[in-house]
């Protein structure tokens, strides 16, 4: 069963009201940038109350639940949500979903999304994708919505409707709300210090050789700061690339910058700033300062005020074999990117307007991906190990007032399993149609073979680092549900199911 866990203070609270390496003076800019920074708290919990309590109206006359699906790029969301959405509408095999299974649920279908300035989830050409192509879709690049509506006999036998908002975010945007509760100087530091450990490729020594020649307290040098924000974003996309620094992909927007690409707010980076000084305007430290706070101000606030702070609740998918594969190091990087999970879900939590209106985050599902390219004897072990992961990651962030499961999971299962027996005895073994383009010893697939691979095991204690292989597979063909409903196979999409919203269907 789920730990619950209580509200803490939050990112959009300052960690307090001074940077740790400027000086606590008093001087005029000092004061006035404590006075207009309090005031945009301000301003920013008012537009925060008034969304919260259009939203709240809203769900009185309509219940509406809802749901945050993120997790880092390549994580599954996009198949999650199309495997999701399908079996809701097409009646998947769920047993699971109680509502479902008891026959409860008269009916799901798609309705006009609400968000007018949102792009809607491409729910069409991704099931397109998945059940007639047989290809995987294209994965998510920015925020996109779709509106489920499902009506329901309640346990006392009452008809019902219950709207299911789906929200697709990037992780890497999640992971910039802790940025809310960090000044320029506490990032710089934190983050510098980070890539100075870094003790395996990608090195990020292009980036710290060019940051060591620029003079915080000189005047500010605009090429300098594109140079750094370019070695830098080119670190970030290195580390992602090899699936590692899962924690420090942050600033989210320098690897998808969209309409800002090439904008001073995507045009800074850490430096060493002196302890006990102010930055002196017009400097290098006062221009990178000031780009960090715009970025704050026009990318994290809007994305925390118009999608994190509405959600109900939150499902976060985690590659954990990726990060298996990666070794301690990529292990380290994910425990500490759930452990920043956890804590923007305390964001904005405690105060009376939140009690009064916002709905918050009171669930939050971790679910490790793609549990088809192992064999179901190491499931288990694969669910035991981030729930490890998890509970010590909410013993590092306290409190987050939300019931936290986790889960090992298959949205789309593109494999069956089969025993070979080999040289060694019997071997389970997962089998399964090969991507084109796809190698395996030496072997080229062309798409249409079919192949059986051995994936090893995950050792029952102490996992680490990766002792299994695997090869990316086509998506499968339909099965038939016991009432002949097409239905796409999967791992436990319906125990998520049931746990993110399941309760809210009685
Ligand atoms: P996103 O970036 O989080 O949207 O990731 P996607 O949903 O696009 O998934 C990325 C890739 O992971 C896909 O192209 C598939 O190769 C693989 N994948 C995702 N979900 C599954 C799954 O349930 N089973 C298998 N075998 N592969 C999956």
Redesign the pocket.
Known sequence: MPGAVRPGPCALRRTGPHPPHAARGTTASGSFSAVSSAVSDFIEQTRLAARAFADFGGHLFNPTVRLGVT??????????IT?LVHGLIRGGRFPVFEPLANGRIAGARLAPQPDDAVPRFDYERHVRAIVIDRE?????RQISELRVVIDYQTSGGAMRTLTLDIV?Y?GEWLLDLPLLGKTYEQWSAETLSHLRRAARPPLPKPFLEQIAAVDPLAAADENAAIEAARLFTTYLHACRKEHRTLSLVSPGRFLMPGDLAGSPALTFAPLDVPAGQEAPSGSNWAMMRRRYDAYRDVVVRPFFREHFARLDRQIV?V?ALAALDGGPEAVRDLQDALTAVLECSRVGRGGWLDALFRPSVDRILFAA?????IHHASHDRLEAWLRRLTESAVARAGDAGAAVDVIA???????REATVRGEGGELPTIV?TA?PGEWSDGRHFDGTTEIALFPGDLPAEGLQGGDFRSI??RPPALEETDDGAPALP?IRLDRALQFLIGDRLR
């Open positions: 997790g880092l790029s390549r994580a599954g969301k996009t198949v999650f495997a995987w879709p294209d994965s998510t697709d990037p998918l590659d991906t793609k549990a088809d390219l999971l298959a949205a789309v299962r593109a494999t399964g991507v990316r597979f999967h």
